[in-house]
């Protein structure tokens, strides 16, 4: 009988207790050396690869530890430099600089990694000179090794390496061609040093564009099959399907597909007898990017039709560990709820189990793990009923009526400003919550600060002059975690943090139960700044389609019907603000965008959900409410009628660092709804001019009908410090002060 391996692609680096941001952040601030701060790394890379020994991964992975993201590791080895950053030595510190910018340069590009949350450092081709720089695989190989680890190096794919990066003069296909001797190399030197396999990353081939790149791809693979023919390599996928009558076809030792992402597809072309048998099959079986435990019983039967396909199988997780928090070790659950859990750790566990089943017929673990897996499916959280229909999607009245209605309750001005929500989250508000939530503070003292920070911010915002205020969001954490705590439903860790960018995690609360509005959430805040000003204040939501995008979602009923749990409790909060008075209410939708899903077949489903949620949320009210909504990334373009259909009064968007483009979005489809472009980049701590901002806004104002033109920075300002956001605003007001004298400007309407 055929003995069945395991295998893991990634296991996230942050350690337990993010010792991994902690040493880097330390290093940043000069708290400690270099050399401290290689042996802390080393310390955590060593932990890691023993506990996925201990949890007898047969292949462990070596590679996905990374100093900060596994692209820019790929381009110093490469000397894929940017520009700006040529001429020095290639190190660590040259590593940092390029993804954090320095006084004198601009950091490169973060971008997300296809539809997760993670962000990877974008390649910049332009005048480098590539090469093969000092090979850390090869080092962190050999370090596996003393650990008593036998690990395969992970290596992120040429074409999906191109495919992620900008720049240059030359083609596509020259790039991938100037990377293949460079990668041969790499190959031998691991396959020298006794790497048994090497595990290839090309999640590009999941994606719509994999069609476009088949000869490209299938040119590499074959050089590499001829000029290094010792590597065995398996070219590892993620996230979606492949087309595996292509994808097959490929001459590599093994393939990895994804049978949890896939919709399907993948076990399906598999049985139509797509998967060439002498291939080993290296299968994503248990969810890499979730956070439940696994249906154990649905696995096994998954191996055993597998099992007829191939005559190597390799189970694994179906991406690496890296999305997902590390353990369930530090966490005080409850039983009931702590048994459907499986982070990093524990899905290495449930492939564990299954190995022992089919190679050991050991059933001990299996059945253990398949009994807690039951327990928690029998409790049944979807206990409440929901009546969607009775709560309004759509708002009757045409926006051109409320536009009116509204006008006369707030009486703006011309080119009306306003600000995204939040202000600085300084040192003081994040020691203050910090304090609260270890008790070391009572809670009238943290709310009397929260107040406190509200009316000085109310005065500041008065002082500058903008015309719709804000109370500043300074006792939210995170705009979706802030929520999680305070619906029903959710499930907030202590230590599930997972990497976002960088040092930088992120703490996405966990749905497991029907979600359920009971008592208001930021109703005291908003009134209290309401009742210190005359001008009008915004409440501030974070809307379904992002709190589901960025929480660990339950997958025990559709998503669909998640986002719309999600959005009847925001509806409540809604109406719960305009029952108090308050006249604009702002819903954040920022990750309407990242949620689409890589294959475009689906985006119009989603789209169309994504809207609905979005309209249950925020239609109940009355003609006269401005319904604001603010959305931070600029390629609009496929989900530009999406945008329109949300039928927002107002939408506020990042503009400030593509600005032509985006125009060009809403100019297309004849944008009619309120619309604010921000006029400058809050992820700078430059102050613009008020030059530049009269320039952005004369040019907004050539396409956009100047009657629905508002005028804000780019995102909330709570990274920035106060004196910045104080004088960038200034400026913004003077600015816009300027333009309602000239009357050169005004379009006919
Ligand atoms: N209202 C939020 C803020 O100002 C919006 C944040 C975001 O767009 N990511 O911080
Ligand atoms: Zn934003």
Redesign the pocket.
């Known amino acids: 009988m055929m003995t069945i391996k395991t295998s893991n692609l990634g296991f996230p680096r942050l350690g337990k207790k993010r010792e991994w941001k902690k040493a880097i952040e330390s290093y940043w601030a000069k708290k400690i050396d270099k050399a401290e701060l290689d042996q802390t790394l080393q310390d955590l890379h060593k932990e890691i690869l023993t506990i996925q020994k201990d949890h007898h991964v047969d292949h462990i992975p070596t590679g996905d530890f990374s100093l900060y993201d596994h692209v820019l590791d790929t381009s110093l080895l490469f000397n894929i430099i940017p520009e700006r950053f040529q001429g020095r030595p290639v190190d660590d510190d040259l590593l940092f600089d390029i993804a954090r910018g320095n006084k004198d340069h601009v950091a490169s590009a973060l971008i997300k990694w296809f539809n997760t949350n993670y962000h990877y450092i974008v390649p910049e081709w332009d005048n480098v000179s590539p090469q093969l720089n000092n090979n850390v695989l090869l080092e962190k190989f050999n370090f596996s090794k003393e650990v008593g680890v036998t690990s395969h190096p992970v290596i992120l794919g040429p074409v999906t390496y191109v495919a992620l990066s900008k720049g240059g003069d030359q083609s596509f296909d020259e790039k991938v061609r100037t990377l293949l001797p460079l990668y041969k190399e790499v190959f031998e030197q691991l396959t020298e040093a006794g790497a048994e396999y090497i595990q290839v990353d090309e999640p590009i081939l999941v994606t719509d564009g994999a069609a476009d790149l088949q000869d490209i791809t299938k040119e590499a693979y074959e050089f590499f099959n001829e000029a290094a023919p010792a590597a065995k390599l398996v070219l590892q996928t993620y996230f979606e399907r492949v087309d595996l009558n292509f994808v097959g076809q490929l001459p590599v030792y093994g393939f990895g597909l994804d049978f949890v992402h896939d919709n399907g597809f993948n076990l399906q072309q598999i049985k139509d007898g797509l998967f060439p048998k002498e291939k080993a099959l290296f299968a994503g079986i248990v969810d890499g990017r979730n956070v439940w435990s696994t249906n154990i019983e649905e696995k096994k039967a998954l191996i055993e039709t597998l099992q007829s396909y191939t005559d190597e199988l390799v189970i694994q997780p179906s991406s690496s560990l890296l999305h997902v928090p590390v353990t369930l070790e530090e966490e005080t659950l409850d039983d009931s709820v702590r048994e459907g859990l499986s982070f990093a750790t524990e899905k290495l566990d449930e492939l564990y189990a299954l190995k022992q089943l089919f190679n050991e017929n050991d059933d001990t673990l299996y059945n253990e793990l398949k009994a807690q897996y039951e327990r928690f499916e029998s409790q049944s959280f979807k206990q409440l009923e929901y009546d969607y229909d009775s709560v309004k999607s759509e708002r009757t009245t045409p926006f051109k009526e409320r536009k009116v209605l509204q006008d006369q309750v707030l009486n703006l001005p011309d080119l009306p400003t306003t600000t995204?929500?939040?202000f600085p989250q300084s040192r003081e508000v994040r020691k203050y919550r910090a304090d609260w939530k270890n008790n070391r503070i009572s809670d009238e003292k943290y709310e009397e600060f929260v107040q406190n920070e509200i009316k000085r911010w109310i005065e500041i915002q008065e002082e500058i002059g903008l015309d719709v205020l804000v109370h500043g969001?300074f006792e939210r954490n995170d705009?979706v975690e802030f929520f999680g705590e305070k619906l029903n439903g959710f499930l907030v860790t202590k230590f599930g943090w997972v990497q976002s960018y960088g040092s930088r995690a992120v703490k996405p609360p966990i749905i497991y139960g029907d979600v359920k509005w009971t008592a208001p959430l930021t109703v005291k805040e908003t009134l209290y700044a309401q009742s210190l000003t005359d001008k009008p204040v915004k409440g501030?939501l974070t809307g379904p389609v992002t709190i589901l995008n960025w929480s660990f979602e339950r997958v025990d009923i559709p998503r669909s019907e998640v986002q719309d749990q999600i959005a009847l409790a925001i509806n409540e909060e809604v109406l719960a603000l305009e029952e108090a008075g308050i006249k604009v209410i702002q819903v954040?939708e920022?990750a309407l965008r990242e949620g689409l899903p890589l294959r475009s077949e689906y985006h119009e489903d989603y789209l169309n959900k994504a809207v609905h949620s979005f309209r249950l949320s925020t239609s109940s009210v009355q003609d006269s409410t401005q319904i604001h909504t603010?959305m931070?990334y600029s390629q609009f373009g496929q989900i530009i009628h999406a945008i329109k259909s949300l039928d927002a009064d107002v939408i506020s968007i990042e503009t400030s660092r593509s600005h032509g483009d985006l125009i060009k979005d809403f100019e297309d489809i004849t944008y009619d709804l309120g619309i604010g472009l921000g006029v400058y980049d809050i992820h700078s701590p430059r102050i613009p001019t008020e030059e530049e901002i009269t320039v952005a806004i004369d040019r907004a104002l050539q396409e956009i009908d100047r009657s629905l033109f508002w005028v804000n920075p780019d995102?909330?300002l709570?990274t920035r410090q106060e004196e910045e956001v104080k004088q960038a605003l200034t400026v913004l007001v003077n600015s816009v002060e300027k333009l309602r004298q000239d009357n050169t400007v005004k379009q006919p309407n």
């Open positions: 995204i929500g939040s969001e705009m501030m954040d920022p603010h931070c995102c909330g709570k």
